[in-house]
């Protein structure tokens, strides 16, 4: 199973978007979203 943070940094680096536009699109902080990153590196 893909851990959500790796699907997480796929999509910022594929859509060229920046973390915080995508993070108010799906109604998360910008904090959740690098703490989801930052997870997923340490697996």
């Given at each position: 199973?893909?851990?959500?943070?790796e699907?997480?940094?796929?999509a910022?680096?594929?859509?060229?978007?920046?973390?915080?536009k995508?993070?108010?699109?799906?109604?998360k902080s910008r904090?959740?979203?690098?703490?989801q990153?930052?997870?997923?590196?340490?697996?």
């Amino acid at each position: 199973m893909i851990h959500r943070g790796e699907v997480i940094e796929q999509a910022v680096r594929n859509s060229g978007m920046s973390i915080t536009k995508i993070a108010q699109k799906i109604g998360k902080s910008r904090r959740w979203m690098y703490l989801q990153m930052w997870i997923w590196k340490l697996l």
